[in-house]
């Protein structure tokens, strides 16, 4: 029933303009707000109850509903359920309105919509077009692994109940957000813990979908490695498979040194790191049905 659930749910997510989006999380953020008057003073407490109790109600939801009509109920409420905790937006449509900007040398509009939907720090120099595009291209991956496939992951490891715990998890380490750093140690670790296994595989996929010896090469090298950023796993394997290696250079090809860093990079540089941007989805989309075919192969056995 997962195969059924999530095909049905893969399928949906891939229509256009059906898609959640941020006010779908509105009641997330009213709860928070509700219970921070009674539990401010309780830090860990309060992440407790805004993680959990929706996560409670939840399951006695589908404990109660799971069986009626023969199931269908059931399948359509976690296909409901894994829907929402799937990421908000399209990403095909956000980074096709990125590289429409791109393209046209409207970098400072391309800066401002990388940041809100690739989390491309602000930090970012927009004259260095070479530091921005490598800056939104690890964005890109880690998006990619955030929305869907970490999810993906735990939903079928663990079921619908633990996709949404990962979704709420996001939620609440964003609305942390104007906390001290030290207040979000604790959501950020939860976090870390739990995308580092469904990251590695993510990168190894990778390698099965891309340039498997160079991928590999890099992967073996972040499989043991607990401190190791998630975005940095992603971007450096995924360009590995894509046969770049961490330098910023094509595998067996003249390294890209004549990038300017200037407002006006010649068009033919554009052109270029615009298809790499195309080709990182063409290959996230690869392993995603690799993984698609690993579950219905291990359904049918």
């Not at 992967?219 to 770049?244: E, F």
Request: proline share 4%.
């Amino acid at each position: 029933m997962l195969f059924l659930v999530l095909l049905i749910t893969l399928c949906a997510y891939k229509l256009p303009g059906f898609r959640m989006e941020d006010p779908y999380d509105n009641w997330f953020s009213s709860l928070h707000a509700a219970l921070s008057r009674y539990l401010r003073n309780w830090p860990l407490l309060l992440m407790l109850a805004v993680l959990l109790l929706p996560l409670i109600v939840v399951y006695y939801l589908l404990s109660f509903f799971e069986n009626w009509l023969f199931g269908l109920l059931g399948i359509a409420l976690q296909a409901a359920i894994l829907f929402y905790a799937l990421g908000r937006g399209n990403l095909f449509e956000q980074t096709e309105t990125y590289l429409e900007h791109w393209r046209e040398g409207q970098f400072q509009s391309s800066y401002h919509y990388a940041t809100r939907y690739f989390r491309v720090p602000h930090a970012v120099d927009i004259d260095n077009v070479e530091q921005m595009h490598k800056t939104v291209r690890a964005g890109l991956f880690y998006q990619w692994f955030e929305q869907v496939f970490v999810i993906v992951f735990w939903f079928i490891l663990a079921g619908p109940i633990a996709a949404l715990f990962i979704r709420l998890l996001a939620l609440y380490e964003q609305s942390q957000s104007n906390l001290k750093p030290t207040d979000e140690q604790m959501p950020l670790q939860i976090q870390h813990a739990l995308e580092w296994l469904p990251a590695r595989i993510l990168a190894l996929t990778f390698a099965i979908a891309g340039n498997f010896t160079m991928c590999f090469k890099v992967w073996s090298s972040a499989i043991m490695n607990w401190k190791m950023p998630t975005q940095d796993v992603l971007h450096t394997s995924g360009m590995a498979a894509l046969g770049v290696c961490e330098a910023g250079e094509n595998f067996g090809q003249k390294p890209r040194s004549n990038a300017k860093h200037d407002n006006t990079p010649d068009a033919a540089l554009l052109s270029a790191y615009a298809t790499e941007l195309e080709t990182i989805q063409e290959l996230v989309i690869r392993s995603l049905v690799v993984w698609i075919l690993v579950l219905a192969v291990v359904t049918i056995f």
